[in-house]
């Protein structure tokens, strides 16, 4: 198993910074995603790390040693591409025994190989077909195959089911989990799918603008995001952003947009970066975020005995899947998605009430995106 390592990786084209300054490490037999939207710099990473790409400052690691100036061919890597590269004149058993057989390898080490790498892809019934006659999800599969079947020391995937169906996609995203899991490598997993991303990996990176903004677990990166565009990044449907300021009355806190007022709990305040209840926050333009399952959702709040509800309006309902996504609106402009189970019994101008849970509230600061409270 293999360690990559990017150390202070700056890559510009002319004067263009495609990465600033990117440190990162993949850890053995880890599969690490890098997500972020298009043209953030993930192609280039992997191909940094490929050494398809030289790096205008930094170094790479892969085991400790610096590979900077060993070739792509020379860093015994495999690289998975979007695109089906399969060649169409020969079967799917020729398609992966070929890196093989480019080795020179022996047939029968040959034969146990391909029979090895089939079946973990799951590919045994159609080894004998062409890549015309089979599906394109399995077209990718033995794309896959040939990058490994010559046990590479690190795999890279560049967005390899961007171009499958969606139901094809979640059933390929488990087959390759179930290939790592397997040969154990270290894989770095480019995508700007979140779903992907947090379906597969067990760290993510996400990018923006030629930098890593933050590299976590996924459920690191889903509760504990460090910056506003990490948290609307991840999640579906994506989280609540409401501005916001903290005032106080009396001793209790509120979070105040336009005529809105979300009570906090005091205790809330004493976890935020500011301290002691976010003495340093009055006045501090901020956003408030809290995703659509982590509010409560009441018809009949009126009765409730309750300080932390608000009143709203259920403005449309959105089905989704086994749930529901209602837009409530609390005051003009006020919205917030809320998502309850399928079985609910709300309608579109029905009045409702809606409670914050405390615990799932993040503050971002409006003028930086950072993260006062997570
Ligand atoms: P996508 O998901 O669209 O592939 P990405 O996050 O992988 O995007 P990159 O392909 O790494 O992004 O590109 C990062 C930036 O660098 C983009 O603005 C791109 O236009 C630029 N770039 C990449 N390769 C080159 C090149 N050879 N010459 C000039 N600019 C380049």
Redesign the pocket.
């Known amino acids: 198993m293999h360690r990559v390592e990017l150390k202070n990786i700056t890559?510009k084209?002319?004067d263009?910074t495609?990465?600033d300054n990117i440190n990162v490490e993949v850890e053995e037999g880890e599969l690490l995603s890098?997500l972020?939207?298009?043209?953030?710099?993930?192609?280039?990473?992997?191909?940094i790390i490929a050494g398809l790409?030289t790096p205008t400052e930094g170094d790479v690691f892969i085991d400790g040693k610096r590979v900077n100036d060993l070739s792509a061919a020379e860093r015994n890597i495999a690289m998975v591409f979007q695109f089906i590269a399969l060649y169409p004149y020969i079967n799917v058993w020729e398609n992966l025994a070929f890196p093989l057989k480019a080795q020179k390898m022996p047939v029968d080490q040959i034969k146990k190989k391909v029979a090895e790498i089939s079946s973990i892809l799951g590919l045994d019934d159609v080894l004998y077909q062409y890549p015309r006659d089979i599906h394109p999800a399995q077209g990718q599969m033995v794309s896959i195959g040939k990058a490994v079947i010559r046990d590479p020391e690190v795999y890279l995937f560049?967005?390899p089911l961007s171009h499958l169906d969606a139901s094809m996609r979640v059933k390929m995203r488990a087959d390759i989990k179930h290939l790592h899991e397997k040969l154990g490598r270290s894989m770095v997993f480019?995508t700007?799918d979140q779903l992907e991303a947090m379906g597969l990996s067990d760290r993510i990176a996400i990018?923006s603008q030629?930098e890593i903004v933050q590299i976590g677990t996924p459920e690191e990166i889903f509760h504990k995001p460090l910056t506003q565009y990490v948290a609307d990044f991840v999640g579906t449907p994506p989280m609540n952003f409401l501005e916001c300021e903290l005032i106080q009355e009396g001793d209790e806190y509120f979070l105040r947009a336009n005529s809105v007022k979300l009570r906090l709990q005091k205790e809330l305040l004493d976890k935020t970066e500011s301290g002691t209840q976010g003495s340093g926050l009055g006045k501090t333009k901020m956003v408030m975020g809290i995703r659509p399952r982590h509010i409560k959702l009441y018809i009949d709040g009126a009765s409730k005995e309750n300080e932390f509800l608000v009143p709203g309006t259920v403005e449309f309902i959105d089905p989704e899947g086994k749930e529901i996504v209602v837009h409530v609106s609390l005051a003009q402009g006020i919205n917030l998605r809320v998502m309850v189970p399928f079985h609910y019994s709300v309608k579109e101008q029905d009045k409702v009430w809606i409670e914050l849970e405390q615990d799932h509230i993040k503050l971002f600061l409006k003028n930086t995106g950072g993260a006062v409270l997570v």
């Open positions: 890559k084209f002319g263009f495609a990465l890098l972020g939207p298009s043209g953030c710099g993930k192609t280039t990473t992997l191909r790409e560049d967005e480019v700007h990018m030629g």
